[in-house]
């Protein structure tokens, strides 16, 4: 019996080891390659289990048939196929969507999972992705809601402008309410490695607490603060090459001028003098009198180089205890410019160029188990240097500049000139002087937390000082330049010497000295009351009540022209808020804000804006639960609220009537010079019952998550109607006799849209993981009153029903392609001579001629409607790769003014054109036909000139290397990463000649490329 019993066990035995066939061990690691501990690992379809240790490691008895499952807490639960003979490395992902993960929302913080109002954020390492010296060029396409449009890339003034949900309002302010860590300031110079996130909040749930000021919506940037832990240092070292990403091609002499024999031939004027052998002339360099008497200067490429550099390093430190907790980070940028022949300059640089330099400290004290504090401190400094003249004219001038007219410089090196002619750019650039620009911003804040359970449980009190300083000192160091006109008797003449110079503009040889300075100041004071408790368990109740003010003093000049603008612009109100919270599956939210603000006559400064919301978690309801187990999050929310806009437009203190003292007319007696003094009239008419915008919004929102949240999306439909807009009235006839109608709040908008957000992000049993990540975001806007004339005979006219920034313009209905054409249509002979390829246009009014009454509406808007952002990347122990896609849809720009039309002034002519305007043969060209002077009839605002901005770009490209911790370790370090990264890389879009976004009149700093490369080091 004994034996049978033991043959009995060895056969269990050996049948146990048969289908286990060995072990399967491994480690468990988190996103950052840090050991998970207490991980479970299971193997599937048993009871068979252990947990990691502390070093993340496990062994466990499988088979190769067999699938492990290895979870824990806060991560993706992963399903891997069981390897024996070999380690396994498995990486858990934090659930994507983490319901108890906290996100910044109006003067506080919020689970996500009980948030009721639209809020998008994005985090430190996106906005460290993309190599920008201004820190609003990261957010593009990245923020559902939010549309951005970068019209420079000068070195310290390349900032995007940002719009959220698009435009509401046609006179006012339409930016949004930008606070850095609570209190209003810029944030574009803030470096990247600071921030903590950005958020921008869209709807009045979420925007009702900053009152009369978040109507336009808010962005919340909140900077870095300690954690508990050991101190760590991180040390990130870049340097990058930055590149225009379009530049304007413009045809060289013998082109341009081969066109201009055309166009002169076209309008019937003598052109004799450009015979093929003048126009060669200007391409031969077989002598040397050719460079200077037959010019052939490509202005662009002369005096912009195809790179330039751009460097950063930072240096952060932060760690903490129970006692106190710190981050300290210390910044420095330096990008330079694009200009040419720099270097040769010895007396005084014209290059264009920005060093910045950042300090940041936060620290949080815990004093005793009641009291907190904090101290946050930042600097931002910038010395800027820049040519005498602004970019903006710098490149009109280059875009515009004949190449046939002046050489770089004549042969003794003196700058050229001609009598009534623009000047030469090369010396406009190198010889009129520079001018260096310092900057200095100081941000402090101080401030307390007081608990107070002895009163009662979840009561605390709050208060914050903030003081803010920015100053300015700009140095002009300008000089006139001596221009001379080369001139040589026989172009033969292989002795330039011999030729002579006519001094056309008399220059000086020393810099002059002129010097600008100012500072504004800003002091920012709240108190705070904070109630948070939840009772049995299932109930929730906050509450907040505030008081805020602040009190500005912008930088203004001297004189009493400036006295208005001079006196300090105040607000102060209180703020509320409470929720409730039923079993993590109903939560409700009141907000408020009862704000005031100087600009307003007494008795109507204050308002009150309020706003409710709810949401309904419906995935934790225990039905839901059973029958839908791979929805993980199903949540419903809604909001409705009234939010104000202060910054209405026009003067201050539009209640006041104003007067002017200099009328012609009547006067009053003489001064002691006999001069007389002059009359008096009322000037601007006050309006004492003048007020800010107020929006009423609504938004329905779900969010949803599927699969343990590998799979998110959220999607928000939104309405807003805008009340109170500043405008003139427009019906009141002039036989009234009032010269000077004051502007009233008559004005009102809707604007309606939606916004979609999806994400995957999975892990893979290899230990990497991937995500594919999308977004886009609709916004529309229309005029609903604005007290103008009915136009009855020219409703096209009206531009109440249009959008906002809808243009007016004549519809161009493309060209005149004969006589008969032009002799059957409407006559345009207002505009001149009308020839076969001139622009034909809409007779809108129907009286048979073409003039101002035709001009109309044309339903196209200059800012763009859609924007969309796509993004996916992978990433493992060692390598990782992210790459976004960047959209705006809708938008159109005018591509009009010299540096487009050709011959329309002393102007160069764009590539572009080339082969490319009409003719009997190209009847359907891109340009009208050529005219040797400005034409009146195409050169005018019209449709043919307002352009599609639509475009599609490769915005950003990361990849990344990162050593082995125990290759790192071995030189003292905690981790070391490689990486390069790129911004801007290739764009898709119908311009082709321009960068898509920029301004109207295309004289602008190009937009930059830049290719990137750093290393990141811990410590």
Not at 353 to 364: A, G, K, L, P
Request: glycine share 10%; hydrophobic share 35%.
């Amino acid at each position: 019996m004994k034996n049978l019993l033991i043959l009995f066990c060895c056969l269990v035995i050996s049948s146990q080891t048969f289908g286990q066939n060995g072990n399967v061990s491994g480690q468990v690691l988190a996103i950052d390659k840090s050991p998970i501990v207490g991980a479970t690992v299971q193997v599937k379809g048993t009871t068979r289990g252990t947990t990691s240790d502390v070093n993340g490691k496990f062994s466990i008895g499988a088979s190769e048939r067999d699938s492990l499952v290895v979870s824990f807490i806060g991560f993706v639960t992963q399903h891997v196929k069981a390897t024996t003979g070999r380690q396994v490395t498995i990486t858990l992902l934090e659930q994507n969507n983490d319901l108890n993960e906290f996100v910044v929302v109006g003067y506080g913080t919020q689970k996500k999972l009980t948030v009721t109002g639209a809020i998008s954020s994005v985090g430190t390492k996106e906005l460290t992705q993309s190599p920008v010296a201004n820190l609003s060029n990261a957010l593009a396409g990245r923020l559902p809601g939010l549309t951005t449009l970068q019209n420079s890339g000068e070195p310290g003034y390349d900032g995007a402008q940002l719009w959220i949900r698009g435009m509401a309002t046609f006179s006012g302010s339409q930016n949004p309410l930008i606070l850095v860590d609570g209190v209003e300031r810029s944030f574009g110079s803030i470096d990247a490695n600071e921030v903590a996130s950005v958020t921008i909040l869209k709807d009045a749930s979420s925007t009702a607490v900053y009152g009369v000021r978040g109507a336009n919506g808010v962005v919340l940037v909140t900077t870095r603060r300690g954690v508990d832990g050991k101190t760590s240092i991180s040390v990130t070292m870049q340097h990058g090459v930055q590149a225009p990403t379009r530049l304007p091609e413009y045809l060289d002499s013998y082109d341009a001028l081969s066109l201009y024999r055309t166009a002169l031939i076209n309008d019937n004027k003598n052109a004799t003098l450009y015979t093929d052998e003048y126009l060669g002339k200007f391409r031969d360099r077989s002598k040397p009198s050719y460079e200077y008497l037959y010019p052939n200067v490509n202005w662009m490429k002369e005096m912009i180089r195809p790179s330039s550099t751009m460097s950063q390093a930072n240096i952060n430190i932060s760690g903490g205890n129970t006692t106190v907790k710190h981050f300290v980070s210390l910044s420095y940028l330096r990008q330079n410019g694009l200009y040419n022949h720099a270097n040769e300059i010895s007396e005084y640089d014209i290059q264009a160029r920005s060093n910045r330099y950042n300090f940041r400290s936060n620290i949080d004290l815990n004093i005793n188990r009641y009291l907190d504090m904090e101290l946050n401190l930042g600097s931002i400094v910038r010395d800027n240097n820049f040519p005498s003249i602004g970019a903006g004219e710098i490149f009109g001038n280059l875009q515009a500049m004949q190449p046939w007219l002046y050489p770089v410089t004549n042969p003794d090196g003196s700058i050229s000139g001609l009598d009534s002619k623009a000047f030469n750019p090369y010396g406009r650039i190198t010889q009129q002087g520079y001018q260096r620009n310092f900057e200095n911003t100081l941000q402090a804040t101080t401030g307390f937390t007081l608990k107070l359970p002895f009163i009662t449980e979840g009561l605390s009190v709050k208060g914050r000082l903030s003081f803010d300083a920015y100053s300015f000192r700009n140095v002009a160091r300008k000089k006139n330049m001596w221009t001379y006109q080369y001139s040589l008797a026989d172009e033969e003449e292989m002795d330039l010497s011999k030729g002579t110079y006519r001094r056309i503009m008399e220059g000086t040889n020393t810099l002059g000295y002129e010097v600008s300075a100012n500072s504004n100041r800003r002091t920012w004071m709240e108190f705070y009351v904070n109630y948070d408790r939840t009772f049995g368990k299932k109930h929730n109740v906050t509450g907040m009540l505030l008081y805020n003010q602040q009190s500005f003093f912008d930088a203004i000049g001297g004189g009493p022209a400036n006295a208005i603008a001079g006196l300090p612009f105040k607000y102060n109100g209180y703020v509320g808020r409470a929720t409730y919270a039923y079993d993590d599956r109903y939560f409700g939210e009141i907000n408020f804000g009862y704000n005031g603000s100087e600009n307003f006559p007494a008795g109507r400064r204050y308002d009150f804006f309020p706003s409710a919301s709810a949401s309904w978690v419906l995935s934790n309801e225990s039905f839901f639960k059973t029958s839908v187990p791979f929805v993980s999050l199903m949540k419903f929310r809604g909001s409705v609220g009234a939010v104000g806009n202060d910054k209405i437009g026009q003067r201050r203190f539009l209640y006041q009537s104003t007067w002017s003292q200099s009328v012609d007319g009547y006067t009053f007696g003489r001064d002691y010079n006999g001069v007389r003094y002059p009359g008096a009239a009322e000037d601007l008419l006050g309006a004492t019952n003048v007020t800010w915008e107020k929006a009423l919004k609504y938004n329905f929102g779900i969010d949803a998550g599927f699969f343990n949240d590998e799979l998110t999306f959220s999607g928000d439909v939104f309405y807003e109607r805008r009340k109170n807009i500043l405008a003139q009235p427009g019906t009141i006839p002039g036989t009234t006799g009032i010269t000077s109608l004051p502007f009233l709040n008559l004005g009102e908008v809707e604007n309606k849209g939606f916004e979609l957000e999806a994400q995957l992000r999975k892990g893979l049993g290899t230990g990497g993981s991937y995500f594919v990540k999308g977004n886009v975001s609709f916004a529309r806007n229309k005029i609903i009153q604005m007290d103008e004339p009915s136009y009855a005979d020219r409703p096209y006219a009206r531009r109440t029903g249009r959008s906002i920034n809808e243009q007016l313009s004549h519809i161009a209905l493309g060209y005149f392609q004969s006589q008969e054409d032009i002799d059957s249509s409407p006559s345009q002979s207002q505009f001149g001579t009308i020839i076969p390829g001139d622009i034909k246009y809409q007779d809108m009014n129907g009286d048979n001629v073409i003039n101002d009454l035709d001009v109309a509406y044309n339903g196209k808007v200059t800012l763009p409607t859609t924007m969309a952002g796509f993004s996916f990347g992978y990433n493992n122990k060692l390598f990782d790769v992210s790459v976004l896609l960047q959209g705006a849809f809708g938008g159109s720009v005018w591509l009009t003014g010299d540096v487009v039309w050709p011959f329309s002034g002393d102007v160069g002519v764009m590539e572009d054109v080339k082969d490319n305007y009409w003719t009997p043969e190209n009847p359907s060209a891109k340009y009208p036909r050529l005219s040797s002077a400005n034409n009146v009839n195409n050169n005018r605002a019209s449709t043919h000139w307002l352009v599609s901005r639509d475009y599609v770009r490769l915005k950003n490209v990361e990849m990344g290397f990162t050593l082995p911790k125990t290759v790192a370790a071995k030189v003292g370090l905690k981790n070391v990463r490689l990486f390069v990264n790129a911004i801007n890389l290739i764009t898709w879009d119908k311009i082709k000649v321009f960068d898509p976004e920029i301004p109207d009149n295309s004289r602008n700093y190009p937009q930059q490329r830049v290719f990137n490369s750093g290393l990141t080091i811990g410590l």
